[in-house]
């Protein structure tokens, strides 16, 4: 079973988070690959946190069997519910208190760590989305980067054409609300492609699975994961049951099946 388990978001959050999740670390190192996204998440003994947009591959180790349960927004989503230039924290974990301010952050820490089980402590963390959302997408870039994570090859230029905002607004617009440009984003949304089609495909090469995830050849995919992953594509192949992507979209459970593991482990 994977340290990582990801679950559904509730019907009412689907459009502004990717999935809800809970992990029970171990006593390997675990790897955390960009994905355009921003976390937040509850650590055991640590509090809250919100991890901005990564530019890079990074580890984290905790002692094994630490609790942990987040959120994962859509990417561009967090910046508008949270209230936060998603620029200013790139590569960056702010603790809660610089979120919410001190006495609300220890109240979301103490009502998630009082939750009964795993879905009790992921509901938590929905509740403050809901209060917060308001109006999170008012320019329309949450669903831009939703076209580009559709489609890699939906360039800048194409972007402003269909929008009728110019290139250099776009990129400032991404900037703020997704963390980096489109171009950049193009780049982890492929790289995510890769990893997905590599697991679910173990037996294509290495250039098979490039041309599928929509690199021009193997050359390409190499260049990007130098850059984004410090690996080679087979070392990051290697590496994935140690993240926390979910490569399968059956691996994306129900609150049902939260239910039924909650319930097995209190009555054993």
Same mark, same amino acid.
């Given at each position: 079973?994977?340290?990582?388990?990801?679950?559904?978001?509730?019907?009412?959050?689907?459009?502004?988070?990717?999935?809800?999740?809970?992990?029970?670390?171990?006593?390997?190192?675990?790897?955390?690959?960009?994905?355009?996204?921003?976390?937040?998440?509850?650590?055991?003994?640590?509090?809250?946190?919100?991890?901005?947009?990564?530019?890079?591959?990074?580890?984290?180790?905790?002692?094994?069997?630490?609790? !942990?349960?987040?959120?994962?927004?859509?990417? @561009?989503? *967090? #910046?508008? +519910? /949270?209230?936060?230039?998603? =620029?200013?924290? %790139? $590569?960056?974990? !702010?603790?809660?208190?610089?979120?919410?301010? @001190?006495? *609300? #952050?220890? +109240? /979301?820490?103490?009502?998630? =760590?009082?939750? %009964? $089980?795993?879905?009790?402590?992921?509901?938590?963390?929905?509740?403050?989305?809901?209060?917060?959302?308001?109006?999170?997408?008012?320019?329309?870039?949450?669903?831009?980067?939703?076209?580009?994570?559709?489609?890699?090859?939906?360039?800048?230029?194409?972007?402003?054409?269909?929008?009728?905002?110019?290139?250099?607004?776009?990129?400032?617009?991404?900037?703020?609300?997704?963390?980096?440009?489109?171009?950049?984003?193009?780049?982890?949304?492929?790289?995510?492609?890769?990893?997905?089609?590599?697991?679910?495909?173990?037996?294509?090469?290495?250039?098979?699975?490039?041309?599928?995830?929509?690199?021009?050849?193997?050359?390409?995919?190499?260049?990007?994961?130098?850059?984004?992953?410090?690996?080679?594509?087979?070392?990051?192949?290697?590496?994935?049951?140690?993240?926390?992507?979910?490569?399968?979209?059956?691996?994306?459970?129900?609150?049902?099946?939260?239910?039924?593991?909650?319930?097995?482990?209190?009555?054993?």
């Amino acid at each position: 079973m994977s340290w990582f388990e990801p679950y559904t978001a509730s019907a009412d959050l689907r459009g502004v988070l990717v999935c809800r999740y809970c992990a029970t670390t171990t006593d390997e190192a675990h790897q955390l690959i960009p994905d355009g996204s921003m976390d937040l998440l509850w650590i055991e003994g640590r509090g809250v946190f919100l991890c901005g947009p990564d530019t890079r591959s990074w580890s984290f180790e905790l002692p094994p069997g630490t609790q !942990v349960a987040g959120i994962r927004f859509r990417p @561009g989503a *967090a #910046a508008g +519910v /949270l209230g936060v230039d998603a =620029a200013e924290i %790139r $590569d960056q974990r !702010v603790v809660a208190e610089d979120l919410l301010g @001190g006495r *609300a #952050a220890q +109240v /979301l820490d103490e009502r998630v =760590a009082a939750g %009964r $089980d795993r879905l009790a402590r992921m509901d938590v963390l929905e509740h403050l989305v809901r209060r917060r959302e308001g109006d999170f997408d008012r320019d329309g870039t949450v669903e831009l980067a939703a076209l580009v994570a559709a489609d890699p090859a939906y360039g800048v230029d194409r972007l402003a054409a269909e929008t009728g905002v110019c290139s250099r607004q776009l990129r400032r617009r991404f900037d703020h609300t997704v963390g980096y440009g489109p171009a950049f984003f193009a780049r982890i949304v492929r790289l995510q492609r890769f990893a997905r089609s590599a697991a679910r495909s173990p037996r294509c090469s290495i250039a098979e699975l490039a041309v599928l995830s929509g690199y021009a050849d193997q050359s390409h995919l190499s260049k990007d994961c130098r850059s984004i992953v410090a690996a080679t594509p087979r070392t990051l192949i290697d590496m994935l049951p140690r993240t926390s992507l979910a490569v399968h979209l059956d691996e994306v459970r129900s609150v049902q099946d939260a239910a039924a593991k909650d319930h097995r482990q209190s009555a054993a």
